[in-house]
């Protein structure tokens, strides 16, 4: 089965700035010199990911971090059958095999689009280039990995609170954009809950 984008094409960038939007969320976190943002235009390009298809599979080593800018893609690992949700992110956010990176080794995870969306690549090369000819661009590589580093966290905090309705609460704190959003089960499967128990904690929560 091909796992690979259903379209990846390098374009001249539309946009009112003829920037890629990477360059511009990046340029908004630190300012990038001239030869950043040349380097950034020319090697990210836009993918075009329908609903229920794969950015990365279990053993494929993926070359890409992607920037969400329109959908949502969430992360899961397969453990005796069951589907274990492990991240679900949305707009403006660059996800990919976070915990190979740099590694160069196959991702664990399934990484799939539960919206269809329109994403943004870079190459890990890309990264390394920018991170090696470009000071700057090791502030805005800190900045985003920070903020990975506190989604991380999150997840490790709401997993270990042991009352499910206190899980819902958190996550309905945390993440509201997702809310009416995600499909239930994998709600219920990022708060390590049954279907049935997150049904009924969110009716009470409602019912509230």
Known sequence: ??????????????TPDRHSPLTTFFNAIHPLSEGAIRLLDEATAPVDMPKGKFLIKPS????????IMKGVVRAYLKEEGREITTWINEE????GSIRSL???IPSKEYIQAIE????ISIPYSAVDELYTNFPE???VGRKVLEENYRGAEERAYICRIPSAEKKYQRFVETRPGLIDRVSQKYIASYLNMT???LSRVRKKYRAV
């Open 137 to 139: 661009t090791n502030v």
């Open 60 to 67: 494929q080593e993926s070359p890409n971090l992607f920037f």
């Open 92 to 95: 403006l956010e660059v996800v």
């Open 195 to 197: 279907n049935e128990t």
């Open 102 to 104: 740099g590694l160069k």
């Open 116 to 119: 269809h969306c329109s994403l």
């Open 1 to 14: 089965m091909n796992t690979q984008p259903a379209t990846s094409v390098k374009t001249t960038w539309n």
